[in-house]
């Protein structure tokens, strides 16, 4: 079975900074990873996904993320965050294979951008 | 553009109802999945359905059901309401093929009282 790790439940970071959210994971097999967000009272929103090829993935809103094999980890970053960048973001994992159906979530982190 | 709609955005309901959540989806898909959301808990699978009349238990499915007649339509039925049930909601699809990216519904925040 696959598992996430949000290392972080709550990332406060001033307008302007920049912003890593941390997200571990967990799988004997090879897996496909993802980020989603959700901004207050939405539904989930795919940031970016990690399949195969290069290890740096960028994804909407200027967001991206580096897969680590090694260290299995896909860390989330964004250089300069806004206002509207405050949301919930939520990592998550599926084995790559026919076989499998549904990701495995995250706790989720709580990005807070203040001015 | 993709679509996933679920019937309410709001629900209040009180202890021993029967509860029924819509989700509907019109982009063919062969899979959908109910979850819910809880704050430091993160997304939980309820179920899954991977064909029509066809369905999986998830990782929390005690006091709930589902029931899918139809390929775009995915129903969570909580038989019983009770208040540790009041929780917010979500509904997504997929295909069944490639990556499987699944589209989530907006949610259903769920109040038992």
């Known amino acids: 079975a696959q598992s996430v790790t949000q290392l972080d439940s709550q990332v406060p970071v001033f307008e302007e900074a920049p912003v890593e959210l941390r997200c571990n994971y967990s799988?004997?097999?090879?897996?496909?990873l993802f980020w989603y967000v959700q901004y207050p009272n939405q539904g989930l929103q795919l940031l970016l996904k990690?399949?195969?090829?290069?290890?740096l993935v960028k994804g909407i809103n200027g967001f991206e993320a580096e897969f680590n094999k090694s260290q299995t980890s896909f860390h989330l970053r964004k250089p300069s965050v806004h206002i509207s960048d405050t949301a919930e973001y939520f990592c998550?994992?599926?084995?790559?294979?026919?076989?499998?159906?549904?990701?495995?979530f995250g706790k989720g982190t709580s990005l807070l951008v203040t001015p | 553009d993709v679509k996933v709609t679920q019937s309410s955005r709001y629900l209040v309901k009180r202890t021993g109802e029967k509860v029924f959540l819509e989700c509907v989806q019109d982009?063919?898909?062969?899979?959908m999945f109910w979850y819910r959301q809880d704050p430091g808990l993160g997304l939980r699978l309820i179920y899954f359905?991977?064909?029509?009349?066809?369905?999986e238990k998830g990782d929390i499915p005690e006091g709930y059901s589902v029931s899918r007649e139809k390929k775009e339509r995915f129903s969570l039925i909580l038989e019983s309401a009770s208040t540790n049930q009041t929780s917010m909601y979500l509904c997504?699809?997929?295909?069944?093929?490639?990556?499987?990216?699944?589209?989530f519904g907006p949610g259903t925040r769920l109040t038992v009282l």
């Open positions: 359905s991977y064909d029509v009349k066809m369905k």
């Open positions: 997504a699809s997929s295909t069944t093929r490639g990556v499987r990216r699944q589209y």
């Open positions: 990690y399949l195969s090829g290069s290890t």
């Open positions: 998550a994992v599926r084995a790559n294979s026919n076989s499998g159906y549904a990701l495995n």
């Open positions: 799988s004997s097999v090879s897996v496909y």
């Open positions: 982009m063919d898909h062969e899979n």
